[in-house]
């Protein structure tokens, strides 16, 4: 089973809803809650399918799948993506939270955590034919 944790930290300085719509703007399939001081979210893998698709429109696969691999630990791994990049529709996938106001740290578990990489960010350095 696979389950998808999001986590953006809200400062004082912010507006929670605005933390909210970015989280949804890279995950609009998840269901978040909205506090004073958190946006939290849980979904399964189908809660990346945007995330997906914007890896691969702006051509950042590699360097996904690259942080992807770098925190695996048994069957998860985690990354972060920019919070004011996400609030403008634009994504940054981050080893690590490097904003003032925080980031959204993402946090992914699966019993099958390779396939789930190499669906979210295939390895594209390597043609199709010659990976098969």
Known sequence: MDKV???????ATEDPEKVGEAV???F???EIEVEDDAVRGTGDSGSL???QEVLEKR????TARNILKKHL?????WFYINKQAALMNRVNVLEESISALGDILVEIESDDIM???DWLAPDVSVPEDVAD
Not at 5 to 11: D, F, I, Q, T
Not at 59 to 62: H, P
């Open 5 to 11: 944790k999001v986590e953006a930290p809200v400062r």
């Open 24 to 26: 949804l703007n890279v």
């Open 28 to 30: 609009p399939e998840l």
């Open 49 to 51: 399918r945007n995330l």
């Open 59 to 62: 051509r950042i696969r590699l």
């Open 73 to 77: 630990r048994d069957n998860s791994t």
């Open 115 to 117: 396939g789930l990489i």
